[in-house]
């Protein structure tokens, strides 16, 4: 399975922008199917960081789209430097994923 999470990171001035979408179906547990509840299933803690170092981290819940897209900005990264993204999610399911910075 490929990775569900695709990011892209840039810096310019001294600002490095993190964009990423998070490939997730975010189910919050109150929406019927065939009549039946399909159970809950969203994202709980998202991580970002820069060169290993935190630099963002998300609480979410079931009130978060399916798919979600993510962007944020910090200064101090470097063309070269690495931004590293990891989830968890209410079942114990984990991604993470790294990328450079353009």
């Not at 709980?44 to 399916?66: C, D, M, Q, Y």
């Amino acid at each position: 399975m490929a990775n569900p999470i695709l990011v892209r990171a840039q810096t310019a001035h001294g600002v490095t922008t993190v964009a990423c979408l998070v490939k997730h179906p975010m189910d919050s547990g109150f929406v019927k199917k065939a009549g039946k509840l399909i159970p809950p299933h969203y994202i709980e803690v998202i991580e970002f960081t820069h060169n290993g170092k935190t630099v963002l981290t998300g609480f979410w819940g079931p009130a978060v789209s399916r798919n979600p897209f993510f962007s944020f900005a910090f200064k101090g990264g470097k063309k070269g430097d690495t931004v590293g993204i990891a989830w968890v999610d209410n079942k114990g399911e984990r991604a993470a994923v790294s990328a450079k910075i353009a």
